[in-house]
């Protein structure tokens, strides 16, 4: 089961002020990644090919990156994501700039259930929240802004609770 996952938005400003979004990601003001709501993306020692690290539970290298342009990273976690995901900025033909995030995926033993059931639908939240922050950085408003379902706002709510649990909890 491959798994194609795409997330875009036509954005009304020029490349160049997306293309600097992206390479922000990670820094300590990151002006993409939704860090209010979401775990903060971290790459040591900082974004450049080779550098480690992700977001949550999910765990990547940068495989590329092309400055102002595009930025692909090779999961190395959860175990079971064989895959990659990629940022890429361009210029549309009706002077917009196309900001496109693709994951690509093969998962294997649990993550062929984790995938569908709890990390596609906070994935897929997400990145709609960073796509509506590079819309507001570009154009100074969202036209439509995200909203999470009841089912992401469930899982949310989930993970929290099993955070604040002391250890040996339950056991």
Do not use: Q
């Given at each position: ?23 922000g990601l990670a820094s300590e003001d990151d002006p993409l990644w939704p860090v209010a709501d979401w775990p903060r993306m971290r790459l040591e020692p900082g974004l450049a090919v080779g ?121």
């Amino acid at each position: 089961m491959a798994v194609r996952n795409v997330h875009e938005r036509r954005i009304a400003a020029p490349p160049e002020r997306i293309g600097a979004l992206l390479d922000g990601l990670a820094s300590e003001d990151d002006p993409l990644w939704p860090v209010a709501d979401w775990p903060r993306m971290r790459l040591e020692p900082g974004l450049a090919v080779g550098a480690a690290g992700g977001h949550g539970p999910v765990r990547y290298t940068v495989i590329a990156h092309e400055p102002g342009r595009a930025v692909r990273f090779r999961f190395t976690g959860p175990s079971g994501f064989d895959g990659h995901h990629e940022f890429t900025v361009r210029p549309a033909d009706d002077g917009t700039t196309l900001l496109r995030h693709t994951l690509l995926l093969v998962p294997h033993g649990p993550a062929r259930l984790t995938w569908p059931l709890f990390f596609r639908p906070l994935h897929d939240a997400v990145l709609e929240d960073a796509l509506d922050r590079a819309e507001r950085a570009g154009t100074g408003t969202v036209g439509r802004p995200a909203r999470w379902s009841p089912y992401v706002r469930l899982l949310r709510t989930a993970v929290r609770k099993s955070r604040r649990r002391p250890a040996g909890h339950g056991s």
